[in-house]
């Protein structure tokens, strides 16, 4: 948010050369990329890796990234375990499996005492102060069947309320919790609540059938017509402006 690439709290005064970065399900390694050029140019010469399942990354890149096409649930063959300065995830609700075992492995990878966990997920539970979404309605809808679907895919989307018990049973000190509002269109009279709000409505709207087609099928048994008539009701809702809703992050 507001061009922050981590958390303000996270520091890396101990090391000399520069932080060991790994970055978890790195997807276009947009984030990688951009904590490379900041760590290799203003502080020495860090070092980023970026694992992802699929290679969609660019090929150019800084040279001190690398991307890697692992499966961060499978074992994390030829790297160093507490070697990380710092372990970054980001928006991997409903991708992974076991969280526990995640959070495990992160741990064991992580420079003893020193080492920073960072993980931002969206709940995309839909919220609003005022009412406005029934319980009935596409949004609600939509978010209730998804959220059921994933769960029973045994890779749920829905947001997990023990992420801080499950972090204090692996031994994770210092855990620490910032909520964002992130509205679902403009009608928030902050002007940079506004400006959140159209970037991350364009990304809802234009991402809502990726999301929804494969667990609605698999599970549900729709077909791709039963999917766009919700989506495009979902997105009338997301759009309208009397409706106030937002996520968190």
Not at 215 to 224: A, F, L, N
Request: with cysteine; proline share 6%.
């Amino acid at each position: 948010m507001g061009g922050v690439l981590h958390s303000r709290n996270t520091t890396f005064t101990n090391n000399y050369d520069g932080p060991r970065i790994l970055d978890l399900g790195t997807g276009t390694g947009i984030w990688a990329i951009d904590m490379a050029d900041k760590y290799g140019s203003d502080m020495g010469t860090g070092e980023v890796l970026g694992l992802d399942l699929a290679r969609i990354q660019p090929p150019t890149i800084p040279e001190n990234l690398q991307f890697l096409q692992r499966d961060i649930e499978s074992p994390w063959w030829g790297l160093e375990v507490e070697s990380w300065d710092m372990v970054h995830i980001r928006m991997l609700s409903g991708s992974i499996n076991s969280w526990p075992a995640l959070y495990q492995k992160v741990r064991r990878y992580l420079k003893p005492q020193v080492g920073r966990f960072e993980q931002v997920e969206i709940d995309f539970t839909p919220r609003s102060d005022f009412g406005d979404i029934p319980a009935d309605s596409a949004l609600a809808t939509w978010a209730r069947n998804l959220f059921e679907a994933t769960r029973r895919n045994f890779r749920p989307l829905a947001y997990n309320t023990e992420i801080r018990a499950m972090l204090q049973k692996e031994e994770f000190l210092d855990i620490q919790e910032e909520v964002i509002r992130i509205p679902l269109n403009p009608w928030p009279d902050d002007p940079q609540e506004k400006d959140v709000a159209r970037w991350y409505n364009l990304a809802l709207t234009q991402g809502l059938e990726a999301m929804t087609l494969g667990p609605m099928h698999r599970i549900y048994g729709w077909t791709k017509d039963d999917v766009t008539r919700l989506i495009t009701e979902v997105r009338r809702d997301i759009c309208n402006r009397k409706i106030r809703a937002y996520n968190n992050l």
